[in-house]
């Protein structure tokens, strides 16, 4: 019985956590269209090392387009 009240806790507590980020997302929105993670350019580098871990390296390069700047104050 503890264990099903707690495994209800955290279930309730994720959900209301999830929805209180939805409304806070929802409610900044600066431009709609927008993406939320800039783009990546050539896909991310995995590989297995000779000590068998695996490596993995981002891709994200700093390209040549303009700087995004805002004057917009929340």
């Given at each position: ?16 956590a ?38 993995l ?18």
């Amino acid at each position: 019985m503890r264990v099903v009240l707690l495994k209800a806790a955290a279930t309730a507590l994720t959900v209301a956590a999830a929805a209180a980020a939805i409304v806070h997302v929802n409610g900044n929105l600066k431009t709609a269209g927008a993406p939320l993670h800039p783009s990546v350019l050539g896909g991310s580098v995995v590989a297995v090392g000779g000590d068998g871990k695996l490596h993995l390296t981002p891709s994200v390069r700093s390209g040549a387009a303009s700087a995004v700047t805002s004057t917009y104050a929340s």
